[in-house]
């Protein structure tokens, strides 16, 4: 492996000439930048990035920690910090956790033994790594969580409105006619699954309508999930004239369900999503659903994280969803909202406590 040594004794200089040159510092004439940029192209020259780290203490590594590499939810997130560490000239490594405190705790370590600048993670929801949590405020070690809470305070976190998510949606169903709506929510354990919940009852308790424990089905956010759970949901009395699905995945479940049970979407029951993911614009009634800031969310957190590598004091961030009008939940009324800026405006309305 060619070093800056053997550049220094090819062209009879010093290191420190080479360094500066390949740095282009104007300390360093033109000609002799030129010289030996040519030179090191010629001869196939890296730079020894585990010696830069060691001198500068830095190595331009962060670490990304995604709870579900398989789900079709993460890609724009990831896209919007690659695209934004790229231009910082950072690199990113991808730890997926699939959701397990084990694996968790294993990528803290890794990316600590391997002196990441910085960390961004989707924290897995429970409490049994909160000493690594710990160990990184202590030593000040500049992390942001993304859409989940971490389990303790002092972490910048960037997350989305899931209450104020779960209000437009169901708020949005309300407003085309419906009175009885069913609910396909979330896994309980996740945080999320309570928002979106919570922001579905805060919407029937502002319009006055009934409350029906068994409208409400907890299901995963698989497809299969979707479509089982909406067939149970039809057995239900009274049965829903539309339903509020805590996932796109699980609405395009719940409507292939509904067709095959011989029911319209939306002619005789409505369905709503949540994400707003491709499949939702392709599905074969296009999915209204609740869309999440995805691209920005992930710019945000990177435009974070690095402030807080350069020592910047930085605050948390909520982010706010609106709906995304499609073709799955019609208008009994005969009126249908015609733009997403509507649908954003009801944000401006709508309080929730924590």
Known sequence: MITIKDLARALN????????ALNNNPRISEKTRKKVKDLAKKLHYHPNLIARAMVKKKTNLIGLLISDIMSSFFPQIIQGI?????GESYSVILCPTNNDAAREREYFRTLREKRVDGIITDPVECKENKELWLDFIER????????????????????????????LATEHLIRT????????AGPSCFQISRDRLKGYRSALKKYNLPYHENLIIETTFDWEDGYNNMRLMLQTKPRPTAVFCAGDIIAIGASFALRQSGFGVPSDIAVMGYDDLFLASIAEVPLTTV???KYNLGSLAARKLLALIKGEKVESEILQPTLTIRDSCGSKSGRRNK?????????LNFKHKD
């Open 13 to 20: 200089v010093s290191p420190s000439t080479i360094s500066m």
């Open 82 to 86: 690659e695209d934004l560490m790229t």
């Open 140 to 167: 000040k070690m500049p992390v942001v969580a993304i859409l989940s809470h971490p389990p303790v305070k002092g972490i910048c976190e960037v997350t989305v409105d899931n209450v104020l998510g779960g209000f």
């Open 177 to 184: 006619g419906h009175k009885i709506i069913g609910h396909l």
């Open 291 to 293: 869309a999440q800031p």
């Open 339 to 347: 733009s997403i800026a509507m649908a954003a405006s009801f944000s």
